[in-house]
């Protein structure tokens, strides 16, 4: 099967700026999770969506991060205005039950 | 909700010895607890999993205990190898939190060969 898609890789923008990340999941997951990692640290939850429906957004900054998954299917998160801790890797997984796959992320540096 | 905590931080261990890591957890609804395997710049990977009604399992070199009374499980590698340098993450889920899982800050493995 198709693993979840992620673009881009990579990113550099400036700080105050916005950017926004993509994520197309295995299909048939109704799983979407969004995950953000600073280097060194472990994969820290953002936002779980459940088909187009969001379960858990406790952990979301939602002064400046949004997400959406339209039509059940893929996904985008967005970051407006950037600040510089933002930097890390943005992680995209879906999943069913047990287990879930991760894309390959995005990586983000705001300078 | 739920914490979980990693230890150690760091481990360094020879080629062909074994390395063991453990992870404890706070909430006692937790049910399901995966490992992944981390490569430097590459995507966590799951290499093993459990569930709360077994209290071991095994996979070739590697294999994961589960105690629930004490809500610690540990990873046990074998015979390990150079490849298996890595960062290794634990994480624990619930079925009452929609299986989202809470990671542990990982484990940092080197094989010296």
């Known amino acids: 099967e198709a693993g979840v898609a992620q673009s881009p890789r990579y990113k550099i923008i400036e700080k105050r700026q916005s950017v926004a990340f993509w994520c197309n999941p295995i299909?048939?997951?109704?799983?979407l999770y969004w995950y953000q990692q600073i280097l060194g640290q472990g994969p820290k939850l953002l936002i779980q969506?459940?088909?187009?429906?969001?379960?858990?957004d406790s952990q979301l900054p939602k002064d400046r991060f949004s997400a959406e998954r339209l039509k059940g299917v893929d996904s985008t998160l967005k970051i407006q205005p950037a600040k510089l801790e933002d930097s890390a890797v943005y992680l995209c997984a879906s999943g069913q039950v047990y287990g879930y796959t991760f894309g390959s992320g995005t990586r983000l540096t705001v300078v | 909700g739920e914490n979980v905590e990693q230890h150690p931080s760091t481990l360094s261990v020879q080629e062909g010895d074994s390395a063991v890591i453990k992870c404890t957890y706070s909430d006692s609804a937790s049910n399901y607890f995966p490992w992944y395997k981390q490569e430097l710049g590459k995507r966590p990977q799951l290499i093993i999993d459990i569930r709360s009604n077994v209290g071991e399992k095994k996979d070739q070199r590697i294999a994961v205990t589960l105690n629930k009374t004490a809500k610690h499980f540990s990873l046990h590698i074998t015979e390990t190898q150079p490849e298996d340098s890595a960062v290794y993450f634990c994480?624990?889920?619930?079925?009452?939190?929609?299986?989202?899982?809470?990671f542990g800050a990982g484990t940092r493995l080197a094989v010296h060969p």
């Open positions: 299909s048939g997951h109704a799983t």
């Open positions: 969506f459940q088909n187009n429906g969001v379960v858990d």
């Open positions: 994480a624990a889920s619930w079925s009452g939190g929609y299986n989202k899982l809470i």
